[in-house]
């Protein structure tokens, strides 16, 4: 498993803000390069929802052009799960829209026994039936209006994701968005990898 690096001052920080931020999911994002990070900014989380829920503040995600400027990257976004285990949810497989930039997921279930993971998550868009997928799978809806399956790696592949699951890494979210009239407005695979975390 690839290792992502995180200075320890990071590392606490994130934890720092995890754990402040509680009940409420927080969020941030990491300069650095490839695989090393080397800065975390703190960012302001304006999802409607923040207990379940985060979205980055515009301004915060325009430092990633300023980053680039100076011959580093946004390598890594990160937030909190205050009840919850380290590991993607629909919802964040359905706002990863960096394929590039891990995720960070830190997770307070415990708060003196706190988990960081991290995660590339990395979407794609095939020509398929929604609605066959969607009377076929055990779809759940995570939020209003967005539904997801998760197909996890040590668990048998339903037979209509067969064909469709041969070119998608396990394990992944099958997620969707419906629109005004209950159809399937946009359908996603989210593939999920997992990385290391070293703190030095």
């Given at each position: ?77 990160y ?6 285990v ?50 076929a ?39 969707f ?24």
């Open positions: 498993m690839t290792a992502i690096l995180l200075p320890q001052a990071i590392y606490k920080e994130i934890i720092a803000h995890a754990r402040a931020g509680k009940p409420e999911e927080i969020c941030g994002i990491l300069r650095g390069r490839g695989t090393e990070a080397f800065e975390l900014f703190r960012a302001k989380n304006i999802a409607t929802e923040r207990i379940e829920n985060y979205d980055v503040d515009p301004q915060t995600l325009m430092k990633q052009f300023a980053f680039e400027e100076e011959g580093d990257e946004m390598m890594g976004i937030h909190s799960h205050p009840v919850s380290a590991w993607p949810s629909a919802t964040d497989a359905w706002n990863a829209h960096y394929p590039d930039t891990f995720y960070l997921i830190c997770s307070m279930e415990y708060d003196d026994a706190p988990i960081l993971r991290a995660f590339r998550m990395v979407a794609s868009y095939p020509d398929v039936d929604g609605d066959m997928l969607r009377g799978l055990p779809f759940r809806e995570v939020r209003a209006g967005l539904f997801g399956y998760y197909q996890a790696a040590d668990r048998s592949t339903p037979r209509p994701l067969h064909a469709l699951a041969a070119d998608v890494s396990l394990p992944f979210y099958v997620v968005t419906e629109d005004e009239a209950g159809g399937i407005d946009e359908l996603r695979f989210v593939e999920i990898s997992e990385y290391r975390v070293e703190i030095g």
